[in-house]
């Protein structure tokens, strides 16, 4: 049976969320995008009326939210502004790891603390030559009795150098590609662990996206998740989970550009007449409008198939790759239809088109996500 009806305490904290993003993100987005600053007050308030840590369990202090409520959340947030809900995609993806792979002791250790305070944490896998080639990764971690000492160099990591939790991915056995992958958990306060540039981006600016440098880092055994040489599968089944969140941050960008376009099309006027009245720019709308839908019902179905434990792997990538690819498309429409209004900073739609581009990058380029649905369908 197919419902899209959503539950009460869904519809509850959807509408939470929106209010909060009406209040707490709309009217900041454009000052943040101007300065690239982290957006500490907009994350305190989340903290503070329990939108933050969605992902954890409540036994740990989070939100334990199913997997379909946090998307419609991401929506509601990326609305406002896709830098902002950067810092809550980037924490969400960071602790995925050690939700599915870390012990009952690993979980309380390191996520009890957490919760306890609006913390940051930090997924660090890419590096400057294993961007989509995970199996290529440098950085080392190289077993000394009781302990791993950790050594490389992460880039275009979410929150690297500014968190308080990292799971760094290395290379236990270089022989074996992504068999000798590992994950470990790194309190961000490890001596060794620096932050290196700080990335001057082109939109999402809001979100922070640093280089981490691992010099020598040393963590007790008992930090690595799972065994040794799971870290790459981890990673995938992380992503697995992320990726419906990126499409819904994309919908949300996409749902903001159709309204402002939809809004100004009305009150427009050109040859006499507003600029809706003409077939081009109805088209347009229409495609617009269609797009949101399609993509909301695969970010949905994407969601629904985490929670209820069924595979997704596939539907998760589409999720991804049709979401940004058809937001990247509305907001350039969208854009349009403002004129050259829409290519002044004084108008939302610029900031929209050039933070909604990561989307289609970041969490696994749209290349890697039709490789992963190809490999699916091949199977
Ligand atoms: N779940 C579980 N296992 C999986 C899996 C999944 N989704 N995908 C692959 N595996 C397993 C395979 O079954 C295989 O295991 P066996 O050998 O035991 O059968 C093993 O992992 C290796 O799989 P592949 O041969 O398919 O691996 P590959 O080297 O060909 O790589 C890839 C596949 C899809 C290209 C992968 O490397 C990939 O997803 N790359 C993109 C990485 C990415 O998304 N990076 C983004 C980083 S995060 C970020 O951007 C956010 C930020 O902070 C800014």
New binding site residues.
């Given amino acids: 049976m197919v419902s899209f009806q959503l539950t009460d305490e869904q519809t509850a904290i959807r509408d939470l969320a929106r209010k909060f993003t009406q209040k707490e993100i709309v009217p900041v987005a454009a000052e943040y995008d101007e300065k690239a600053e982290m957006p500490w007050p907009v994350i305190q308030k989340a903290f503070e009326i329990g939108l933050w840590n969605l992902n954890i369990p409540e036994k740990y202090g989070g939100q334990g939210l199913d997997a379909l409520t946090q998307v419609l959340i991401y929506e509601e947030l990326a609305y406002g502004c896709l830098g902002i809900f950067g810092a809550f995609g980037?924490n969400a993806?960071a602790v995925t790891p050690l939700l599915i792979a870390g012990t009952e002791e690993q979980k309380e250790k390191f996520l009890t603390p957490f919760c306890a305070k609006p913390s940051l944490a930090?997924?660090a896998?890419?590096e400057p030559n294993a961007?989509?080639?995970?199996?290529n990764l440098a950085t080392t971690a190289t077993r000394k009795g009781d302990e791993y000492i950790l050594n490389g160099t992460k880039c275009?990591?979410?929150h690297g150098g500014i968190a308080d939790l990292y799971t760094i991915f290395a290379s236990t056995d270089k022989t074996k590609?992504?068999?000798g992958i590992s994950a470990f958990l790194v309190p961000g306060n490890t001596p060794g662990l620096y932050m290196g540039k700080k990335e001057d981006k082109m939109g999402d600016r809001a979100s922070h996206?640093g280089e981490v440098i691992i010099e020598e880092v040393r963590v007790p055994a008992s930090n690595l998740l799972g065994r040794e040489g799971e870290g790459?599968?981890i990673a995938?089944?992380t992503?697995?989970i992320t990726r419906p969140s990126i499409g819904a941050a994309a919908l949300g960008v996409a749902r903001r550009a159709f309204e402002e376009a939809l809004k100004y099309s009305k009150e427009r006027v050109q040859f006499g007449k507003p600029i809706s009245a003409n077939q081009a720019i109805q088209f347009m709308l229409a495609d617009m409008a269609t797009g949101i839908e399609c993509a909301r019902a695969l970010v949905w179905k994407a969601a629904w198939h985490i929670d209820q434990g069924k595979p997704n792997?596939m539907l998760s990538a589409m999720s991804k790759c049709y979401a940004s690819d058809m937001a990247m498309k509305v907001t350039v429409d969208a854009l349009q239809i403002f004129g050259g209004y829409g290519y002044m900073k004084d108008y939302p739609m610029e900031k929209l088109m050039r933070d909604v581009k990561i989307t289609q990058i970041?969490?696994?380029t749209n290349q890697?996500q039709r490789?992963?649905i190809a490999?699916q369908l091949l199977r």
């Fill in positions: 980037g993806l930090a997924f896998l890419t961007g989509s080639d995970v199996s275009f990591i979410t590609g992504t068999k996206i790459f599968k995938m089944r992503l697995d792997t970041y969490e696994g890697i490789m992963v490999s």
